[in-house]
């Protein structure tokens, strides 16, 4: 994990149009976040808990919101991801221009042959499209 960054970009339960009201407390001290998106491959992952959203390096776009990190507590949403993703810096482009560094959980291990490809990156998105609920802890 990297050092305490300036912002962060979340692309799937973190958001807050997606995030239960459990994950949400881990957000408290966070800023309002901006449509935002950054290159990847992402893809929906099954659970009985809800699906939630892997992101790996690759050559697609995934959308999110792009935060100020605030006082958010980091060592909660590190462990809330666990030890899959690693919180990585990436380029984060938001839809009003320009480009900006944040922090964002990348998927560290092979997508399986379940996950489901989401083409268009966009994980709130394909869970309105599909019905399928989010993950809820």
Do not use: N
Request: glycine share 12%; hydrophobic share 40%.
């Amino acid at each position: 994990m990297s050092e305490r960054p300036e912002r962060l970009f979340f692309y799937g339960v973190l958001m807050g149009k997606v995030a239960s009201p459990a994950i949400q407390g881990i957000l408290a001290g966070i800023a309002p976040g901006v449509p935002a998106s950054t290159r990847g491959l992402l893809y929906a992952v099954p659970d009985p808990r809800g699906a939630y959203p892997v992101l790996v390096p690759g050559e697609g776009r995934v959308m999110g919101m792009l935060h100020e990190a605030g006082s958010v507590d980091l060592a909660a949403l590190d462990a809330f991801e666990g030890s899959d993703y690693d919180r990585q810096p990436v380029a984060v482009e938001p839809v009003s221009g320009g480009s900006r560094m944040a922090d964002a959980y990348i998927y560290q291990l092979a997508p399986r042959p379940e996950f489901v490809p989401i083409a268009h990156g966009d994980f709130a998105r394909w869970l309105r499209e599909t019905g399928t609920p989010p993950f809820s802890d």
